[in-house]
């Protein structure tokens, strides 16, 4: 079955980063030139890259001005864009499709203010990604700072009445830690959700994107840090989710 292939491009500061279990003090830095790394994508034949802003995912002023350039050069390569990080009110997502994100991910709103989510999941059918960030079977908002404070059952019940693109699945604890994915997990809420699931956190081996294509609940893969480190060659892994020997 043929998946999504979405490759992360993070950034803090402007630079093209990764961070382990979503810790600021444990980042690497990848590239200074995010423009490059987008057309890189573009160039081996992505379709749509997974865009994060930590500066705004943190609380800090989002970076919108480089957002914006790298939204515009994606459509000038062919490349769409799903943006998440710091998309927390209305005005932010609004913001972030009149820019031209194809979808937005959002998190800390799917939680904190369940009526304007949903309101805005009714305006913008098929744009908008929930994201559920999960360490120990609990949900994690504010850059995955906080507790959510509701159950995740209660919460994929809920997302299951919305009109979403899909659910960005992260397990917090092997984000970044190339330890291998959760796909339990993944499958487990995509379904719940009654959304394709969009599988997020150690990805390390062509071997998971293969795993992830034969679960029918699994819409995607998200992958960082095992494609910047060369661990998993970009062409290899297109060629996987797009289901060709």
Do not use: K
């Amino acid at each position: 079955m043929a998946i999504d292939l979405l490759p992360a491009l993070d950034l803090r500061g402007g630079l093209v980063v990764r961070l382990l279990h979503g810790d600021d003090g444990a980042r690497t830095v990848y590239r200074t030139d995010p423009e490059d790394v987008l057309a890189g994508f573009a160039a081996a034949g992505v379709a749509r890259a997974h865009l994060v802003d930590l500066d705004a995912a943190f609380g800090e002023a989002a970076q919108r001005p480089l957002l914006e350039r790298l939204v515009a050069r994606g459509r000038e390569v062919g490349l769409r864009v799903q943006l998440g990080g710091g998309l927390r009110d209305a005005a932010s997502v609004e913001w972030a499709l009149g820019a031209g994100c194809e979808r937005v991910v959002v998190g800390s709103l799917a939680l904190t203010d369940p009526a304007l989510f949903a309101e805005l999941a009714g305006r913008f059918p098929g744009r908008l990604v929930a994201a559920l960030d999960i360490a120990e079977g609990r949900v994690r908002i504010a850059g995955w700072r906080q507790e959510a404070g509701e159950l995740l059952s209660e919460t994929c019940r809920r997302l299951a009445r919305q009109p979403l693109a899909a659910v960005l699945v992260t397990d917090i604890e092997r984000d970044g830690a190339l330890t291998g994915p959760n796909l339990d997990l993944a499958r487990r809420v995509g379904s719940a959700c009654a959304a394709p699931a969009l599988l997020s956190g150690g990805v390390r081996a062509l071997a998971d994107l293969e795993a992830a294509a034969a679960c029918p609940e699994i819409g995607g893969v998200v992958v960082g840090r095992a494609l910047y480190e060369g661990r998993i060659e970009l062409a290899s892994a297109l060629a996987v989710c797009e289901g060709r020997p």
